[in-house]
């Protein structure tokens, strides 16, 4: 599976991003998709989460009601729109694959994931 991931840039806090993750090899609808983030200094961290099938999807608490994952089957594309940014959120973002299904419990460890798109870098300015 190889993942591409696009869309990071710069924004001032307030504003809206949407970040992309193509897959290439396996549909995204049969396997479990998500997103993590790596902040300068920290490590990465789980963000949100959309599952295999009817497409579940899980969200880390300081994202809730403000991010939203998605999926287009027909693109074989995961999506993470990015609303009310704030400095907080600025990373590096990475899209993953679970394609042993090991992401059982929520949030998923990072080294559950199989594979990892190249990361994005998001920005959000005060």
């Known amino acids: 599976v190889q993942l591409q991931a696009s869309g990071g840039g710069l924004v001032q806090a307030g504003g809206s991003l949407r970040l992309s993750c193509t897959a290439s090899?396996?549909?995204?609808?049969?396997?479990?998709m998500g997103w993590f983030r790596q902040a300068p200094g920290k490590e990465r961290e789980f963000v949100a989460t959309?599952?295999?099938?009817?497409?579940?999807?899980y969200y880390a608490d300081s994202v809730k009601g403000r991010f939203t994952i998605s999926r287009d089957n027909a693109k074989n594309t995961v999506y993470l729109q990015m609303n009310s940014l704030k400095p907080d959120d600025t990373a590096v973002y990475y899209c993953?694959?679970?394609?042993?299904?090991?992401?059982?419990?929520?949030?998923?460890?990072?080294?559950?994931?199989?594979?990892w798109g190249q990361g994005t870098l998001v920005t959000v300015s005060s």
């Open positions: 090899g396996r549909t995204v609808s049969s396997i479990n």
């Open positions: 993953a694959a679970d394609v042993s299904f090991k992401w059982s419990v929520i949030p998923p460890r990072e080294d559950e994931s199989d594979y």
């Open positions: 959309i599952m295999w099938g009817a497409g579940s999807t």
